[in-house]
């Protein structure tokens, strides 16, 4: 049946911050959209469609991650409302319980949030407001050659003139926070293969996405936190 309290008269949208981890890092990009897409209906948010011969869901989701990377910070923001009132449950809180149950395995939403519509403004999309991630590197057999890692990355950041990158030794791992305006040779990938010198290199190193990030007043945010 339907959520007992219900968010109604309010047109917007839910915006999910969600992980993957495990075999959820090999997903196509599109199985995760309809995964997702899948999972709302199935938790009955009803969720606005297209228009045409083969509707789907109105979701968009950040920019698809390398395959074998793994996240904690990936955003889908799913379109509601457009003039009617939708049965979206008042607690934000029940959403992720709602929808994991429908998920493969290795993908979980995280938060839901609600961001709704303004009269005469149109919403800003998650790939208008994209800046770029941080990401944390950790070397498959121990962390003595991080520091090493480190240097030959920013020495390779330099030589590319990405001067608003950032990378820094924590703990047992290397924080690298990187623009998507790096080019393809700036991308975290190519320069992982350039510094190791492997084409495949996820057997050396495990990457992990700690945040999607937008550009705030101040420097990049977390990008939920300007939808």
């Not at 992982?192 to 190193?205: C, N």
Request: charged share 20%; glycine share 12%.
């Amino acid at each position: 049946g339907k959520p007992a309290s219900l968010r109604s008269g309010n047109n917007g949208r839910l915006v999910l911050v969600f992980s993957k981890r495990g075999k959820a890092a090999y997903y196509p990009h599109l199985a995760i959209v309809e995964a997702i897409g899948r999972a709302l209906l199935v938790g009955r948010i009803h969720v606005s469609f297209s228009e045409g011969f083969n509707p789907c869901p109105k979701l968009e989701l950040t920019q698809p991650l390398s395959i074998g990377f793994t996240s904690e910070s990936e955003i889908a923001c799913a379109v509601l409302g457009e003039g009617k009132a939708r049965p979206v449950p008042a607690d934000l809180s029940v959403i992720p319980s709602l929808l994991n149950d429908a998920l493969p395995a290795g993908l979980r939403i995280e938060e839901a949030r609600w961001s709704p519509s303004i009269a005469g403004k149109k919403p800003a999309s998650i790939g208008s407001l994209f800046w770029g991630g941080s990401y944390s590197l950790r070397k498959a057999g121990g962390d003595n050659d991080l520091d090493l890692l480190g240097a030959v990355l920013e020495s390779r950041l330099a030589e590319l003139g990405i001067m608003n990158a950032a990378v820094a030794r924590q703990a047992s791992a290397l924080q690298i926070t990187l623009p998507c305006n790096s080019g393809k040779a700036g991308g975290l990938g190519q320069l992982l293969k350039a510094a190791l010198k492997q084409e495949r290199f996820l057997g050396l190193i495990a990457v992990h996405k700690t945040a999607t990030l937008g550009l705030g007043p101040n420097g990049p945010v977390p990008l939920q936190d300007l939808l």
